[in-house]
Structures are given as structure tokens and as C-alpha cells.
């Protein structure tokens, strides 16, 4: 699923868009197709995983699930879920859902949950943290209600930087380590961001999906943890657990 950073990359890459009018939309999205014809897209947003088509009375919000995708000027062999048609070039959406929405981004979310955002707020979030006392940190960290952007990766290479066990309890850590991890969220966003950009995201993994750290023999751990049961990796002896 992508990511907070991978949906920013997709803002900027279809950004020479903005503006333009739409000449044709297909595809088999359960949305009325003619209705975005003939128009003219005044922006793009994302929210965390959320991206937004917006026009000037409505909005088209996709999210791209597990298996999503996109592509530009030229369709791939299978049938995209929406495709937009200019005058001089095309954009494709694949596996994933679209949906309109009658509202603004802006009226509907809220921006300061996103780690991605310049609205990004450390208070909130910490507010909120701290009301899900009995939660465990694995958990919480994949609330998009706080940590809009933060997926599966993000969780487990943020909690290794805080020395934190994926199973503690967020109540149970001290105040400083979830200051911490809040922090990190966004920090590790951005290199996240960074390194997609250069496609050299993989070779930064020091847990995820490793299974010793890097450039040593230390074991890590692979567990389904918490409520959602996502997959968490970990160093044991390195990250404390708090329960």
C-alpha cells in the first residue's frame, strides 16, 4: 500500500496537469464519467494515503489499496478504474477506489493529522496518543486519525529509531520516547520522500522486512502484532518493551 511520501510524489509528478480541462474520462469507476468531462482541474491534494482530483464544485478521491497504481501517457494492458483524458496527453488509475465527493479536501479532513503537511501538528497528536492510553504502539501508529500517511514500513523504521518495541503500551512509555516517536513520524516521512525520489528507498531499511540489521548478525524478528495484525519487524534486545 503506498505511503504518505509515495501519494506526495504523485502530486508532484501530475502537477503539469493542474489546470487543464478534461476532454474525455473512462474506465469502470462507479462514478458519473460525463460529469467530469469538459471541465477544468483547479487542484491536487493528498491526504496521507488519499489522493484528490478537485474541481470546482466536487472532488474525485482515490485510494490505492494494496495493489494500486498509475501511469501516464500510455495505458498499460489492463483496464484502469478511471482514466482522464486531455487534448494532448492522458493519465491512468488502476486497482484502486474512486470516488466523488461534493466537498472540498479542506472542508472534510483534517490537515493537521498529516505527516506530510505543513499543517502537521505535534500537540495533536501527542493529545491523541495519549487518549488511546491502552492501545498498543504498533496500533496507534497506523491510526490515520493521527498519523495520516503513516503506513507499514514508516511504523516499524520509526519505532526501531525510538528503541521501541511495537508491542508496548502507548500509556506505559515514557512521556519522552512518545514525544519522540511523534516526531520521528514525520522525520522519517521526509527521508522516506528523500529516498523514494532517488529509488533507493529499500537500501535504507535497517528492520523492515531485514532479517538482521544491517552490516551486522543481529537477529530481527518478524510478527503479526497488535489489533491489525501487520506484520512488525524488530530487534529485540534494542527495543524496549513497554507493557
Known sequence: ????????????????????????ASGYAEIDMEALEHKKIIDFKSWGKHFFICFSDFT?????????????????????????????DSVYF???????????????????????????????????????????????????????????????????????????????IPAAKLKAIVHECREYSFDFLKWKKKNELKKHFEVYQQKTLRNTDQKVTKKDTGTTRRSSYFQAEMQELYS
Not at 489499496?65 to 483524458?85: D, I, M, R, T, W
Open 1 to 24: 500500500m503506498p505511503e504518505g511520501p509515495s501519494i506526495v510524489i504523485l502530486k508532484e509528478k501530475i502537477s503539469y496537469l493542474k489546470h487543464k480541462i478534461v476532454a474525455e
Open 94 to 172: 488502476y486497482v484502486c477506489t474512486v470516488e466523488r465527493l461534493d466537498q472540498s479536501p479542506d472542508e472534510l479532513y483534517d490537515f493537521s493529522a498529516d505527516v506530510m503537511s505543513d499543517e502537521w501538528d505535534v500537540k495533536k497528536a501527542l493529545v491523541k496518543l495519549k487518549d488511546l492510553g491502552d492501545k498498543k504502539i504498533c496500533d496507534v501508529l497506523l491510526d490515520q486519525h493521527i498519523f495520516s500517511g503513516v503506513g507499514n514500513i514508516i511504523k516499524n523504521e520509526v519505532l526501531y529509531r525510538c528503541s521501541v518495541h511495537p508491542e508496548s503500551i502507548v500509556k506505559k
Open 60 to 88: 474525485i478521491r482515490i485510494h490505492f489499496g494494496l495493489f494500486g497504481s498509475y501511469q501516464f501517457h500510455e495505458p498499460k494492458k489492463v483496464n484502469p478504474k478511471l482514466a482522464l483524458h486531455f487534448n494532448d
